[in-house]
């Protein structure tokens, strides 16, 4: 009974967004009207809000069942960002193509919350099979919601093949280092993993486990499906995967590699390599920062060089990881963050220029900045930070992720990494190529299309304007962002497990 | 369970098993297959394996056999029918079955675990009962979260497939 | 503990060996002794099988994949039903009981939203 209770109270604002989708769907089901979409995105905002609410009057720890539901500050700050980032997908929807099943579209992405919400709550093998599960359906559905556009279908069948066959990787994974060490909660597998690191079969299921996230990631060599998705599905559904699930998707990742294997990390460094998981989180990183932006430098279509670059911000992510090993999980975060808050805010963008002009290829953004001034400068804001310029977000994300790399001491030394980080730099310069053409289109270029009214101003382009915003007072002042981060880590680190583990009957 | 109905059960197993390989109508063959589940249940529950016959009935006899109806129908699959028998292969695959089986035998014969006769089972086991009491206690979240992920799935299956209104 | 994976390896290595020489000696073959020569019937798109006879693209009532798949979901669920019915009402901790009727509250709601959308009528 007791256990029940803790649950109930670790994951309230799970439940209320459950209570809310409940009340979505049903409220769906009404008869049509003018104000019908507006009346289902103010529900599950306050359900949203609800929510977020809860989560800030929570107790500060929690521990349930073994691992399998787990609350520390630093935890709790990722989970109001997922949810945030939820809620703004949702307000770009309304403004989206989506006519049929609109209830259903709110729904989906409710449920893609709790999934990440979930995911970033639990240090327990089991737990986050199910909850990645939970965020990658959702998204499937989400991803194929356009039913008359062949392109929408593809992207959905694509993404779930992928996607099934990632989750197949990684629960096979997951069963053998299960197999070999016994243990499905983290905080047990870091005990018993350091006697197995040289068992092959360990290894194995490592490196299944790795190549199972690389999937959700977009890594290189596992990003085949992220351009196709990324064009093929609507707009704000691709705007979640690029924004929440990556970071979910990197907080369990560091989770999983930071505290259940920090014992078989083995080095990366040029000059001791060492088996283990960081050699191969380094060899991963350095590919995706090259593959991903040489081959956005060829795309004309806006939605396709965000995916590559989505690619190449993953192996920067994934660099910040295999720097760290884990230690210092901060900078990463930071750089998540601030990334999804980015692509989210280019996809807002995007989302724009598709409704009123009819595409995203490159010339359908041309004169952007005489329609659409307030726009075109958000444009502006968000590739200069995906490109890493001063003093934007993006700058201090990347300066952060690199000084790291280049100073940590699990490298043994250093400029153990040298190699991996001056890959980044470079291909960062020419990553500036292709964000510039973007801008190009946006400001230089004039527009060949028939001028259009000045746009009036709507819900999703206030939150586009947000985020700029955000992205902007970030650069300016980085501690906004980072003094929590850091705050809520050495909390999260100096208070590991309070509540005592629930013992099996 | 008395030898007699382990006789039955067995025998419609394999028999409907074979039925299913033999019928030349493929919605004949996933019938017959049917039939042969549920003679692997009825064994199941035999052995005081409740859970796990249910699971047989429900699981495979209901949803994949559906699943095969499905591909079945989808495929529209007629030519089958048509097929002659190709007396050089049904005679190699004969000949392998056998080698197979006398190979079986011979291996229980020779190894020492295989003249045991079986651990007594541990009669009217409340596996079903067990199985509920760790589902609803030690892995209640996971269980919770996959009652969420059906209702996931029943939603998309409806976004998904219905005909839009034109 | 080494010597199980040297023999899995040397196992490996024979097995990957055993069909890649063959393959490799029928690619001498085919580049030295047997030039192509391409005629109908080696181009007929299934060489050594049956000719489809009429349109592959069929129609079929997708109504009835709906029906089945919905069926699908709610046989699963059963599944996660069949330990709480066989525990009885004395038996059963409260917290299962709860869980059990919050499972039901979501499969309840599935069924009438599919009900309300029109997915059980046969059109």
Request: charged fraction near 10%.
């Amino acid at each position: 009974m007791n256990t029940a209770l803790n649950l109930l109270h670790l994951l309230t604002p799970e439940s209320i967004l459950v209570e809310t989708i409940l009340v979505v769907l049903i409220a769906g089901l009404f008869k049509a009207t003018a104000q019908k979409r507006n009346m289902l995105l103010s529900l599950t905002l306050i359900g949203g809000v609800t929510a977020g609410a809860m989560l800030i009057f929570q107790p500060h720890y929690g521990n349930i069942a073994n691992g399998m539901a787990v609350l520390d500050p630093l935890t709790r700050f990722i989970k109001v960002v997922v949810l945030g980032l939820s809620l703004i997908t949702a307000v770009y929807a309304v403004q989206s193509n989506i006519r049929q099943h609109f209830a259903e579209y709110l729904a989906l992405i409710l449920f893609t919350a709790i999934g990440m919400m979930l995911l970033a709550g639990t240090e327990n093998l089991l737990m986050i099979f199910i909850a990645l599960e939970m965020v990658s359906i959702p998204l499937y559905l989400l991803a194929g919601f356009l039913k008359q556009s062949s392109a929408s279908a593809e992207a959905s069948l694509k993404y779930f093949l992928v996607g099934g066959v990632s989750a197949a990787f990684l629960l096979f994974g997951i069963s053998l280092i299960y197999g070999t060490t016994g243990a499905t909660s983290l905080r047990d597998l870091a005990q018993s993993a350091p006697a197995v690191t040289r068992d092959p079969l360990f290894l194995a299921g490592l490196v299944m486990a790795i190549v199972g996230f690389g999937f959700k990631v977009a890594a290189v060599p596992f990003h085949l499906w992220a351009p196709d998705v990324y064009e093929g599905a609507p707009t704000s559904s691709a705007a979640l995967i690029a924004s929440g699930s990556k970071v979910a998707g990197f907080l369990i990742l560091a989770k999983f590699l930071a505290i259940g294997l920090a014992g078989a990390a083995g080095s990366a460094a040029s000059s001791q390599l060492q088996p283990g998981w960081l050699p191969l989180l380094a060899v991963i990183a350095a590919i995706s920062i090259v593959v991903g932006n040489l081959a956005a430098l060829s795309q004309s279509n806006v939605k396709r060089i965000l995916a590559y670059s989505a690619i190449a911000q993953s192996g920067y992510m994934l660099l910040g990881l295999s720097a760290t090993g884990g230690t210092a999980l901060i900078s990463v975060l930071f750089y998540v963050v601030v990334y999804a808050l980015t692509a989210l805010g280019a996809f807002g963008v995007v989302l724009h220029v598709e409704q009123r002009r009819g595409g995203s290829q490159l010339h359908h953004f041309e004169g952007l900045h005489q329609s659409a001034p307030g726009l075109a400068l958000c444009m502006g804001v968000f590739m200069i930070s995906l490109a890493g310029i001063p003093p934007l977000a993006g700058f201090f994300g990347k300066f952060y992720l690199f000084a790291g790399a280049l100073g940590s001491a699990s490298q043994g030394g250093n400029l153990g990494l040298l190699w991996v980080v001056a890959i980044a730099i470079t291909f960062n310069a020419v990553s500036l190529y292709y964000y510039l053409i973007v801008l190009k289109h946006v400001f230089v270029t004039p527009a060949t299309h028939p001028a259009e009214p000045v746009t009036r101003r709507n819900a999703a382009t206030f939150v586009t304007g947000l985020l700029a915003v955000s992205v902007f007072a970030i650069g300016l002042y980085p501690g906004v962002l980072l003094d929590p981060l850091r705050a809520a880590a050495q909390a999260a680190n100096r208070k590991p497990v309070t509540a005592a583990p629930v013992q099996p009957k | 369970m008395s030898p007699i109905l382990f006789w039955i059960f067995s025998a419609l197993m394999l028999g409907f098993g074979a039925a299913t390989i033999l019928n030349r109508n493929p919605v004949a063959s996933a019938l017959s297959l049917v039939v042969s589940f549920l003679g692997l249940a009825a064994l199941f529950f035999g052995l005081d394996a409740n859970f796990i016959g249910v699971i047989q009935i429900l699981v495979y006899a209901g949803a994949v056999m559906v699943l095969f109806i499905f591909i079945i129908m989808l495929l529209d699959l007629k030519a089958e029918q048509r097929r002659q028998i190709n007396i050089p292969a049904l005679l190699g695959g004969v000949a392998i079955v056998v080698a197979f089986t006398a190979q079986l035998v011979t291996v229980i014969r020779s190894y020492k675990a295989g003249n045991e006769p079986f651990a007594a089972i541990t009669p009217n086991l409340p596996d079903a009962h067990n199985i509920g009491m760790t589902l609803f206690a030690n892995y209640n979240l996971p269980f919770q979260v996959i009652g969420v992920l059906i209702l996931v799935a029943s939603i998309g299956v409806v976004v998904l497939s219905q005909r839009e209104l034109k | 503990m080494s010597y199980d994976y040297l023999l899995l390896t040397i196992f490996l290595a024979i097995a990957l060996i055993f069909p890649l020489v063959p393959l490799g000696l029928a690619w001498l073959w085919a580049r030295t002794l047997s030039p192509a020569k391409p005629g109908h019937d080696k181009q007929a798109t299934y060489e050594c099988g049956l000719e489809s006879e009429k349109p592959v693209q069929i129609q079929f009532q997708a109504h009835y994949y709906l029906y089945a798949l919905v069926f699908l979901v709610f046989d699963v669920e059963t599944v996660f039903l069949l330990p709480f019915a066989a525990m009885g009402f004395v038996n059963i901790p409260v917290v299962g009981f709860l869980s059990i009727m919050l499972f039901l509250l979501l499969l309840v709601e599935s069924l009438v939203w599919a009900w309300a959308k029109g997915i059980l009528e046969w059109k």
